[in-house]
Nanobody, 119 residues
Framework: QVQLVESGGGLVQPGGSLRLSCAAS????????TGWYRQAPGKQRELVAE???????NYADSVKGRFTISRDNAKNTVYLQMNSLKPEDTAVYYC?????????????WGQGTQVTVSS
């Protein structure tokens, strides 16, 4: 069983920065893809950024050049560095872990952390 625990959310002014962290339990983190999603009120959950087990990254167009995803397999942790934050970045941010197919059919989600960008 895998548990994901996010931290680092909060209130920040437009143009500010935050760093989200997501720590995973268990032993499959290093072989799994992982990423960050967000959900704003009244909207569907959307992909923000993802990183494969090999380190390849993918970003939503809306955050390219502002957000950076990274991972530390020794710490079972994925990070999301968010710079130049905008009010439209306000959402609950969720960490996701997507294990390889041979580890079973399920992926895993954290409980979410609130990010609010407001003056």
């Amino acid at each position: 069983q895998v548990q994901l625990v996010e931290s680092g959310g909060g209130l920040v002014q437009p143009g500010g920065s935050l760093r989200l962290s997501c720590a995973a339990s268990g032993s499959i983190f290093s072989i799994s893809g992982t990423g960050w999603y967000r959900q704003a009120p009244g909207k569907q959950r959307e992909l923000v950024a993802e990183i494969t087990s090999g380190g390849s990254t993918n970003y939503a167009d809306s955050v390219k050049g502002r957000f950076t995803i990274s991972r530390d397999n020794a710490k079972n942790t994925v990070y999301l560095q968010m710079n130049s934050l905008k009010p439209e970045d306000t959402a609950v941010y969720y960490c996701n872990l997507d294990p390889p197919w041979y580890e079973g059919p399920f992926d895993y989600w954290g409980q979410g952390t609130q990010v609010t960008v407001s003056s």
